[in-house]
């Protein structure tokens, strides 16, 4: 038996697909809840509380501060990938092992399901990894022959996961509405949004691109770009964040702030402020701008 010199961290194919990739802030907190998991049971000692915790296969601890550390990533996108997946079907809850101050979540190990050849082959993910997430790994030539035969034999699928009965209801009403409003929007095209993101936000970007749909030529491209980017919690932006600039410079004679249709500049510290900015985060910098520049 040869022992590779590496280390590898096993991430089940369902999350390799184009439109987990295509979001790496959802890949970030995926490649963190891996490196957590594994397929054996496991203690984990409690801080401050002398116990311990015992996780079965694939359950992991979730806190969403350390998460964030972590993984490099804000407390809101920690929330809000955790809630995709967990809508998605990819995780569950585990309410009898959740505290005040962590929950513990299980990967579903049964969503994991490849498609080969027209029939359902669920991979185990304990099989696919053969030991702790993360160790080396140690394997024959004819193991590593046979795993490469399998994932080749795999064509990706972004229409295979399961629905939730909630994702179900969102899919009807918004290709109900679709059709409603004559909207060049496919079926597929909608699946693959509802699994990424919130009804809501799906809801008011085609209500975006309403309100410009002569000058759009591909709808469908339009909003894969524009959900992406989230056109709509931009334009919210712009306007929460011009009319607050206006606001205090009015309010405090700020004659040195300058200010256009998508930012603001103060020219004597070369600084420009874009509207885009999250509301808190354009307030806090002008005001250390105007503390740090204020005219005396």
């Avoid at 194919?13 to 809840?33: A, G, K, Y």
């Avoid at 993101?197 to 030529?217: A, N, P, V």
């Avoid at 874009?274 to 250390?288: I, Q």
Wanted: aromatic share 10%; hydrophobic share 35%.
């Amino acid at each position: 038996m040869s022992k590779l010199p590496y280390s590898f961290l096993a991430i089940p194919h369902e999350f390799l697909t184009e439109d987990f990739l295509r979001d790496p802030v959802m890949m970030r907190f995926i490649v963190w809840m891996i490196k957590r998991i594994s397929p054996d049971p496991s203690l984990i000692p409690l801080k401050g509380k002398g116990k311990q915790l015992l996780l079965e296969p694939f359950e992991f601890i979730f806190g969403r501060e350390k998460c964030a550390i972590a993984a490099g990533m804000s407390l809101k996108n920690v929330y809000t990938r955790l809630k995709q997946l967990t809508g998605l079907g990819y995780l569950k809850k585990v309410d009898s092992k959740s505290s005040s101050t962590y929950s513990v979540f299980a990967l579903e190990v049964k969503a994991l399901r490849q498609n080969v050849k027209g029939q359902e082959n669920e991979l185990h993910l304990g099989q696919q990894i053969g030991q702790r997430t993360g160790h080396n790994l140690e394997t024959k030539n004819k193991d590593l022959r046979k795993k490469k035969e399998t994932f080749s034999a795999i064509t990706p699928n972004v229409d295979r996961s399961p629905f939730s009965d909630k994702q179900k209801i969102d899919l009807q009403g918004l290709f109900a509405y679709c059709q409603e409003k004559d909207l060049r929007i496919s079926e597929r095209a909608l699946r693959r949004w509802i699994r990424l993101y919130e009804s809501d936000r799906i809801t008011d970007h085609l209500l975006l691109l309403l309100q410009d749909i002569d000058r759009i030529k591909k709808p469908e491209a339009w909003m894969e770009t524009a959900l992406k980017a989230n056109y709509s919690q931009q334009k919210g932006n712009i306007k929460e964040n011009r009319l607050f600039i206006e606001d205090f410079v009015r309010r405090n004679n700020w004659n040195d702030i300058k200010i256009t249709q998508s930012y603001c500049t103060h020219p004597p510290s070369c600084k420009d402020y874009s509207f885009k900015l999250a509301p808190e985060d354009f307030r806090r910098m002008l005001a250390e701008c105007y503390e740090q520049h204020r005219p005396n």
